[in-house]
Nanobody, 121 residues
């Protein structure tokens, strides 16, 4: 199985910055895609950013220019640098990975446990 462990959430004032991290561990052949989603109570989980194995990225329009996703392939870790945070960025942030698992290389989608981010003065 594959496990994702997130870290870095917390309370920050508007305009501040936070850096989230998510480390993958367990038994897998490769991880093709890693990403971050967020969810607020009563709403669906929404994509924040994704990074693909070739390094290409996509972002939600609401975070473009403020958030940056990156990946350390050697450590199987994905990061989300969040700058110029706004109160509307308040949510639980979830890490997601699409892994190929042994022995067949079947693809498995995995979620982390979530880390809360609160932007408030």
């Amino acid at each position: 199985q594959v496990q994702l462990v997130e870290a870095g959430g917390g309370l920050v004032q508007p305009g501040g910055s936070l850096r989230l991290s998510c480390a993958a561990s367990g038994s897998f052949i490769s991880i093709n895609v890693m990403g971050w989603y967020r969810q607020v109570p009563g709403k669906e989980r929404q994509l924040v950013a994704r990074i693909f194995s070739g390094g290409s990225t996509i972002y939600a329009d609401s975070v473009k220019g403020r958030f940056t996703i990156s990946r350390d392939y050697a450590k199987n870790t994905v990061y989300l640098q969040m700058n110029s945070l706004k109160p509307e960025d308040t949510a639980v942030y979830y890490c997601n990975a699409l892994a190929e698992v042994p022995p067949s290389g079947a693809r498995l989608g995995v979620w982390g446990q979530g880390t809360p981010v609160t932007v408030s003065s």
